[in-house]
């Protein structure tokens, strides 16, 4: 059974840095498009950051490009995102997915992602 465990998520002061982290078990890792999206309250849930299976290619929302990095490790199968000059708009459950792919790509929609974690919380104060 494929599992996602999120870990990370704490309260910073906005102009802060944090580092959210996801562990896989349960799929063929390097097989998987990992992806980080977020949910403020009340609104929808959007993407923030995709990394294709090699790490090769990846893909930013606008309003997180230059703040932030995703990476992956596929020796230990965990997947993060190092989130610098936060803001107060950067307040949401952050949750990681995974999509089984069979090209090196990080473009896919959210719609697509098969698995996902149960979510971390990242609350940046002004």
């Known amino acids: 059974q494929a599992q996602l465990v999120e870990s990370g998520g704490e309260s910073v002061q906005a102009g802060g840095s944090l580092r959210v982290s996801c562990a896989a078990s349960?799929?063929?890792?390097?097989?998987?498009?990992l992806g980080w999206f977020r949910q403020a309250p009340g609104k929808e849930r959007e993407f923030v950051a995709a990394?294709?299976?090699?790490?090769?290619?990846?893909r930013y929302a606008e309003s997180v490009k230059d703040r932030f990095t995703i990476s992956r490790d596929n020796a230990k199968n965990t997947v993060a995102l190092q989130m610098n000059s936060l803001k107060p708009e950067d307040t949401a459950v952050y949750y990681c997915?995974?999509?089984?792919?069979?090209?090196?790509?990080?473009?896919?929609?959210?719609?697509?992602?098969?698995?996902w974690g149960q979510g971390t919380q990242v609350t940046v104060s002004s």
């Open positions: 997915a995974a999509v089984r792919v069979f090209t090196d790509t990080s473009n896919l929609p959210m719609t697509s992602y098969a698995y």
């Open positions: 990394i294709s299976r090699s790490g090769g290619s990846i």
């Open positions: 349960g799929l063929a890792f390097t097989m998987y498009t």
